[in-house]
């Protein structure tokens, strides 16, 4: 183990940093995050009646946090290593807290789509921070299983409750309570990290920043999930997507030549694409994010447009699917330790693909209880099985100077394979439903979009098994004596 490493353990052994405290920290960054990604969406109608977006307009309410969030995930990460892991998280945590109480007092259109922009700068600096300070504190052994686990869960969580968070405060309290509610989880996150996290200091930098490639990596990305994220007005053949997605492939691919031949410190050094365990993780983690992305989607119309059912009732049929997450991230805890996490990715994406592949027979005629409530849980349970473990798998024996980078990569390829996910598959089933304005046929696209979601999970299994090395019960860099032990980091 590194001796960057070895200082981390000794300064949470002196109570320096309070593991528990940290956990619940992250707990509440990882929720808070992933909440923000749904909990607006039900709330949409109210809130173009009430400030008067357009119908182009309202599109930037959801499409504003994406950009912002995936296009500076990974310089995020990189000034988290650079300039000390709780800084960053703490300069997030406020940025994220004035953005939140900002859209709710927003009285215009404008006012929104830039607070809802700077939620998402504050969550591109936030939320590799906390990985990253995750994944240092709990470095191995069974308190790393179990710290991934919790993760797990409230990242599901906050995606599948925002949905019944959303369309209740929408509802009976007020579109702007949908925003206002993150600023004092936010708050909760900051005290929590403020008491919890020793001051970390940074390593010492290899050389100057790599400015060029900050801009050319920050441009492309943002290109590209705004390309992908357009799709839903510009079809994939138009002319202005082609030539989007053409741009954010040029500047990433300048992005690459400068990183391979700057003398300065890189914004991510490209040889941690060399380690399987990163690439395998990140290729999971992509075609993952798609899959439930897609799946939120699909389900919510389908309840909604086919079901008839309210955005309140909807958001409560979905606490099946939290409650499932977390019953799978117990048994990933249960078995992490005894089983390699290769074998829960397998295991897990299997799982989850059978619920989608069940989802895909749901019927105009039916019900919650006949066609939702099985396969989601069947799903949701999967979910959780393969969730902690593809974050774990990302960066372990990733060395600790690296591990914000490592943690923004991650974070990334799970934004943008969300919007490449959403974007091509509600592409394939608008096609596959056409100009028929039946219910049967807006079934069927549905219908369709679940089934290429099963698709893309048994391509996710398909990497665990081919890419992902078939270790012993650990990786090499870890003491097998860890497996029998809790190590000197516990949670408390």
Known sequence: MTNRASATERSVSDGATRPGLLLAAVAVVQFMVSLDLSVVNVGLPKIAVALGFSPLGLTWVIHAYALTFGGLLLLGGKLADRFGRKRILLIGLGVFFVASLAGGFAQEPGQLVAARAAQGVGAAALAPAALALLSSTFPSGEARVKAFGVWAAMNAAGGALGVLIGGVLTEYAGWQWVMFLSAPMSAVAFALAWRGIAHDVPSAPAGRPDVLGAVLATAGMTLLVFGVVRTDRYGWSSARTLITLAVAVVLLAAFIVVERT??????????L???????????????????????????????????????????LQFLPFALGVAVGSVI?????????????????????????????????????????????????????????????????????????????LLNS????????????????????????????????????????????????????????????????????????????????
């Open 262 to 271: 700057t003398t300065r410190d890189p914004l991510i050094r490209l040889g």
């Open 413 to 492: 390829s799970r934004q943008v394979g969300a919007s490449f996910g959403l974007a091509a598959l509600s592409t394939a089933a608008e096609h596959r439903t056409g100009d028929v304005a039946s219910l049967e046929a807006v079934n069927d696209g549905y219908r369709l979009g679940m089934s290429l979601g099963a698709a893309l999970l048994i391509g996710a299994v398909l990497i665990a098994i081919v890419v992902l090395r078939r270790p012993g019960r650990v990786p090499a860099s870890v003491d097998q004596s860890d497996l029998t032990r809790s190590p000197s980091v516990t949670i408390r």
């Open 332 to 408: 990933a805890i249960k078995l992490g330790y005894r089983v390699a996490p290769r074998v829960l990715l397998i295991g897990g994406g299997l799982m989850t693909a059978a619920g989608f592949a069940w989802f895909s027979g749901m019927s105009v005629h039916g019900s919650f209880l006949s066609d939702v409530l099985g396969p989601e849980i069947v799903a949701s349970i999967g979910f959780g099985l393969c969730l902690g473990p593809v974050v774990s798998t990302a960066t372990a024996g990733v060395d600790p100077t690296e591990s914000g980078a490592a943690s923004a």
């Open 273 to 315: 694409f060399a380690n399987r365990a990163v690439a395998g993780a990140n290729g999971y983690n992509f075609l993952l994010g798609a899959a439930m992305a897609s799946s939120f989607f699909f389900v919510s119309l389908y309840l909604q447009g086919v079901l008839g059912h309210g955005p309140a009732l909807t958001g």
